[in-house]
Antibody
């Protein structure tokens, strides 16, 4: 059964950037898309964007356009999400999830989540 | 404000059935049969329980079922059990630059 393993918690200062990794273990990397979703404390889920590793194509939510970059390294089978110009309201748990190869119509499984705290 | 509208909370007694609604627009649920549902326990990652409106992933209990009418999708949980107490989120593919929208989540109390 595939698992997605994410990098550890981060504490960053406002204005800086963070890069979170997500490595699927035990499955075909290029047969799926990978999505990033965040959840602020006590809040709901928010879709940030996704990447199709086979095409190296990424799509981003309008809210994060210009501030988020999702990449995939096919040689290490790892997906990355970089968020720049961090603000305090970026404090959240960031999840990666495997999805459909062409359409992001389902997300399964999910990584364990990476807590990001943005504080001066 | 979330793009999909869910009730903040629902409750039911063990053995009963409950329905959680998820209302969208013609840009998402009303046009595409790509509605999915997720179950989330506190402090845990979400888990897929329904995809493509009514399909159940392998291993998910048949007590969970999904449907859609117009721009509203619904999740039905039958034979409620204590372990069903969790947060539930709907999601839909949508046209435009933001390809996916989530509902605000529904807290189920059993």
């Amino acid at each position: 059964q595939v698992q997605l393993v994410q990098s550890g918690a981060e504490v960053k200062k406002p204005g800086s950037s963070v890069k979170v990794s997500c490595k699927p273990a035990g499955d075909s990397f290029s047969s799926y898309g990978f999505t990033w979703v965040r959840q602020a404390p006590g809040q709901g889920l928010e879709w940030m964007g996704r990447i199709i590793p086979m095409l190296d194509v990424a799509d981003y939510a309008q809210k994060f356009q210009g501030r988020v970059t999702i990449t995939a390294n096919k040689s290490t089978t790892t997906v990355y999400m970089e968020l720049s110009s961090l603000k305090s309201d970026d404090t959240a748990v960031y999840f990666c999830a495997r999805g459909g190869q062409w359409l992001p119509n389902w997300f399964d499984p999910w990584g364990q989540g990476t807590l990001l705290i943005v504080s001066s | 404000q979330s793009a999909l509208t869910q009730p903040a909370s629902v409750s039911g007694s063990p053995g009963q059935s409950i329905i959680i609604s998820c209302t969208g627009t013609s840009s998402d649920i009303g046009t595409y049969n790509y509605v999915s549902w997720y179950q989330q326990y506190p402090g845990k990652a979400p888990k897929l329980i329904i995809y493509d409106v009514s399909r159940r992933p392998s291993g998910v209990s048949p007590r969970f079922s999904g449907s859609k009418s117009g721009s509203t999708a619904s999740l039905t949980i039958s034979g409620l059990q204590a372990e069903d107490e969790a947060d539930y989120y709907c999601s839909s593919y949508r046209s435009g630059s933001t390809l996916v929208v989530f509902g605000g989540g529904t807290k189920l109390t059993v």
